[in-house]
């Protein structure tokens, strides 16, 4: 019963797998089981190695992984463009809000006419922008 669960934790031992495993006898009547026997025993080869099993496959050249990279890529740029986009409407934000703070005789052209915006609207739009700011803007 022994030898049979020695065999059996041996022969699926995925360490034991990649290489050969060796049996042996050692003078006191004990089976032993290992990767190395010792030297001047009588061996018995248990498991041989499987080059399959012992090789890991290479890595495909290009394929999905050359894919992946140029996916990474994509999204870098488009995240990068994104910002950069963020940027110039924070920047804007800012300018504005700090025209409308600054500046209260603030004047918009309205089908090609200069209106004066009130103050109720002045405050609206600096409200409105300090919204987008908090919401757009770090």
């Not at 992946?68 to 740029?77: G, L, M």
């Not at 910002?83 to 804007?92: E, G, I, N, S, Y």
């Not at 600054?102 to 103050?119: F, I, Q």
Request: neutral net charge; contains cysteine.
């Amino acid at each position: 019963m022994f030898f049979l669960m020695a065999s059996l934790l041996v022969g699926l031992s995925p360490t034991c797998m990649a290489g050969q495993v060796y049996k042996w006898v050692d003078a006191q009547g004990v089976t032993h089981f290992g990767a190395q026997p010792p030297e001047g025993v009588q061996t018995t080869t248990v498991i041989k190695s499987s080059p399959s099993v012992a090789k890991p496959p290479a890595p495909p050249s290009g394929g999905v992984i050359g894919d992946q990279k140029a996916i990474d890529q994509q999204v870098k740029k488009q995240i990068a463009e994104q910002q950069a986009q963020l940027k110039v409407f924070c920047d804007q934000a800012r300018t504005n809000l700090a025209q409308l703070q600054n500046n209260p005789r603030v004047r918009e052209d309205v089908e090609g006419e200069m209106r004066r915006l009130t103050d109720e609207e002045r405050r609206q739009r600096i409200d409105e922008t300090r919204k987008q700011i908090e919401e757009h803007c770090q």
